[in-house]
Every structure is written in C-alpha cells, then in structure tokens.
C-alpha cells in the first residue's frame, strides 16, 4: 500500500509561483514513476506532467509546457511540482499520483496509476 500526500496549495495571483510536494510513503518509492494531474472546477481530471524512476525523464501537457517543472528526490520519498506563470486557469485541485508498474511512456491516462493523493487546492486570482 502506497500512500501519497500533497502540500504547498494555496491562493496566489496570476503571474505568481507555488511549488506543490507530494511525500509518499513505503519503501519501493524509487521504483515508481510518479505524475500530477489537476481537476479544476465543473472539468475532468486532466495530466499536467509526469517523471520517470530516476528523474531522468519528464513529460508535460502543452498547457503547462516551459511553465511547470516536476522533479522528484528519491532519498526523500518526495515528489514535486514547480508552478511558475501561473494563470487563472491553472486553477484546480491537483493531485500527485503513483503507478508502481514503472514503465516510463510519458504521462499515462490516469486508470493507470494505482495510487492517489487526496489532492491541493490551487487557487489564481486574475
């Protein structure tokens, strides 16, 4: 059992930076590759980015592309999302998400990940 707890929402206005963390616990966290996604209201969970086992690899949406760089650090069991531009449409509840299988093919449709955070409310005032 994996679980997964997102930090570091808030409000702030638009143009303004957040940095989401999202801190899993177990010990097989290095062998997971880990993704956030955001729900804003009245829409479906959509994909913001996601990171490979070792960080090496990352994958973004093009609505969030040269805005928001995930990163992850293994030793601390952590995983993270640097929100910088920030846009009244970034306006969501995001989620960080695990999929233990870790096959890195890029941002995986979210029935494939196993294990969810309850999620962060992200709030921009324009």
């Known amino acids: 059992q994996v679980q997964l707890v997102e930090s570091g929402g808030g409000l702030v206005q638009a143009g303004g930076s957040l940095r989401l963390s999202c801190a899993a616990s177990?010990?097989?966290?290095?062998?997971?590759?880990m993704a956030w996604f955001r729900q804003g209201p009245g829409k479906v969970r959509e994909r913001v980015a996601a990171?490979?086992?070792?960080?090496?690899?990352?994958a973004y949406a093009d609505s969030v592309k040269g805005r928001f760089t995930i990163s992850r650090d293994n030793a601390k069991n952590s995983v993270y999302l640097q929100m910088n531009g920030l846009k009244p449409e970034d306006t969501a509840v995001y989620y960080c998400?695990?999929?233990?299988?870790?096959?890195?093919?890029?941002?995986?449709?979210?029935?494939?990940?196993?294990?969810w955070g309850q999620g962060t409310q992200v709030t921009v005032s324009s």
């Open positions: 177990g010990r097989s966290f290095s062998s997971y590759v």
């Open positions: 990171i490979s086992r070792s960080g090496r690899s990352t």
């Open positions: 998400a695990a999929d233990v299988n870790g096959l890195w093919v890029g941002i995986r449709p979210a029935h494939d990940y196993e294990y």
